[in-house]
Nanobody, 127 residues
Framework: QVQLVESGGGLVQAGGSLRLSCAAS????????LGWFRQAPGKEREFVAV???????????DYADSVKGRFTISRDNAKNTVYLQMNSLKPEDTAVYYC?????????????????WGQGTQVTVSS
């Protein structure tokens, strides 16, 4: 198991930026694919971004269409941390953001791929 703790959420005006962090402890961090999901009030939890475990110095990343070009996912295996840099934020980005870890690379856009979840951090974007 991997324990995950998110931080960095907050209130920001539309057009602003935030960087979320997710610190992991437990099993070997570098062996896990790491994803970010979000859940707005009354809505299903949805995929935001994912980064694969390392293949040498190469990672595979994928983004939801709604955040592509605005959000960047990255990881620092030495710090056991995954980041989500969010730029050009919009009110519709308001949600609780969760990081998640998956040992296998299977349907990485799907919640079912992940068996380790953080508690979430609130992001609120005002118009």
């Amino acid at each position: 198991q991997v324990q995950l703790v998110e931080s960095g959420g907050g209130l920001v005006q539309a057009g602003g930026s935030l960087r979320l962090s997710c610190a992991a402890s437990g099993r070997t961090f570098s062996n896990y694919a790491l994803g970010w999901f979000r859940q707005a009030p009354g809505k299903e939890r949805e995929f935001v971004a994912v980064i694969s475990r390392s293949a040498g110095s190469t990672y595979y990343v994928d983004y939801a269409d709604s955040v592509k070009g605005r959000f960047t996912i990255s990881r620092d295996n030495a710090k056991n941390t995954v980041y989500l840099q969010m730029n050009s934020l919009k009110p519709e980005d308001t949600a609780v953001y969760y990081c998640a870890a998956a040992f296998s690379w299977y349907r990485p856009r799907s919640k079912i791929a992940y068996d380790n979840w953080g508690q979430g951090t609130q992001v609120t974007v005002s118009s």
